[in-house]
């Protein structure tokens, strides 16, 4: 199976040749994040270092997707919602909030009463959840649950 980073760059070349500039920018965003993460650390990337990379780019987009439209700015809003739906592609599956919802249940339910806190409770989700769900959407779910 090849690489994230491989298959970043042959979808790279296909929105060169589509003339997809939205595409291309943030493809060759994340292809830049990969090197200078490889820069960074000084040694080869593993398939979890790029996963990381790219959620780091779909992270930053979100954030600033959140300023744009608290700043009425929609045209850039829209830019950063279309690049972070071209970098979901490259992610696994996220989890519904559903099944988010699941896990909070059943780790609030595995804590002793006196542990039931946000702190507690999202130190024991966040490693089932990680890269599979959005962290202020399973910290929101968590607040929720615990009222």
Known sequence: ???LKDRIA??????MKARDQLR????RSALSGF??????SGKELSDEDELEVVRRLVKQRGDALAEYEKAGRTELAEKERAERAVLL???PQQKSEEEIRAVV???????????????????????????LADGSL???IVTEKLK
């Open 1 to 3: 199976m090849a690489s």
């Open 10 to 15: 042959s979808d790279l070349k296909e929105a």
């Open 24 to 27: 291309l920018d943030t493809l």
């Open 35 to 40: 090197t200078y993460k490889k820069t960074e």
């Open 89 to 91: 592609q490259y992610l």
């Open 105 to 131: 249940a059943a780790a609030i339910a595995g804590l002793p009463p006196d542990k039931r806190n946000q702190g507690s409770v999202m130190r024991s989700v966040m490693p089932q959840l990680r890269g």
């Open 138 to 140: 399973v910290r929101q």
